[in-house]
C-alpha cells in the first residue's frame, strides 16, 4: 500500500520520503486536527469506504489506516 503513503504526503503536503512505516500525528506536524479530516476524506474517496466517527478518531497513524483499509476493504 505504498499508494497509501503518497496519499498522506499528498493531503499533508510533506515529501512522501517523510511518511514512514509508523507515521503519526505526532510525528508529522502538518498532521493537525483539519489535516486529519482531509487525510480521511481523502482515504474514503481513494479506497472507496467509510469510517464512523469512532473509526476516524482512532486513525492516528499509518499503521491503524492501513489495518483498517484492509478491514473495510475485506468485507
Known amino acids: 500500500m505504498d499508494e497509501l ?3 498522506i504526503a499528498t493531503t499533508l503536503q510533506v515529501p512522501v520520503a ?3 512505516d509508523d507515521a503519526s ?3 508529522i506536524p502538518q498532521w493537525d486536527s483539519l489535516a ?3 487525510l480521511v476524506m481523502a482515504v474514503e474517496k481513494q479506497y472507496g469506504v467509510k469510517f464512523t466517527l469512532d473509526e476516524i478518531v482512532e486513525l492516528r497513524d499509518l499503521p491503524a489506516i492501513r ?3 484492509q478491514k473495510k476493504k475485506a468485507t
Request: overall charge positive; hydrophobic content about 40%; cysteine-free.
Open 67 to 69: 489495518r483498517l483499509v
Open 5 to 7: 503513503k503518497q496519499l
Open 36 to 38: 486529519h479530516l482531509n
Open 25 to 27: 500525528v505526532d510525528s
Open 18 to 20: 517523510n511518511i514512514g
